[in-house]
């Protein structure tokens, strides 16, 4: 499974951002697709994930109630929207994608990553 993100880039305190991840290859044993982030400095954070098995989705605490992730299933992308961004959103946004089942906030439990893409929310 190949993962292909983009949609980053530099926004202002409460402005919006679309992240899209496109999954390409074995995508049909796919049991999560989802978003990680790591900040300057810090540790790689878990922002979001998509049970596509049955549907079932999960967010972190910090991007509870801003951050909305949806898929489009056609074209094999899962998306997330992030509003009212601020600048503690600022990080690298990774998609990953896992074939197992096991605790969603486990960045090692992840099979498949994609490069990252840059957000960056000024003050």
């Known amino acids: 499974v190949q993962l292909q993100a983009s949609g980053g880039g530099l926004v202002q305190t409460g402005g919006s951002l679309r992240l899209s991840c496109e999954a390409s290859g074995r995508t049909f044993s796919t049991h999560n697709m989802g978003w990680f982030r790591r900040a300057p400095g810090k540790e790689r954070e878990f922002v979001a994930v998509?049970?596509?098995?049955?549907?079932?989705?999960y967010y972190g605490d910090s991007v509870k109630g801003r951050f909305t992730i949806s898929d489009d299933n056609a074209r094999n992308t899962v998306y997330l929207q992030l509003n009212s961004l601020k600048p503690e959103d600022t990080a690298v946004y990774y998609c990953?994608?896992?074939?197992?089942?096991?605790?969603?906030?486990?960045?090692?439990?992840?099979?498949?990553w994609g490069q990252g893409t840059l957000v960056t929310v000024s003050s």
């Open positions: 990953a994608a896992r074939n197992r089942i096991a605790p969603v906030q486990l960045a090692t439990t992840y099979d498949y």
């Open positions: 998509f049970s596509l098995s049955g549907d079932n989705i």
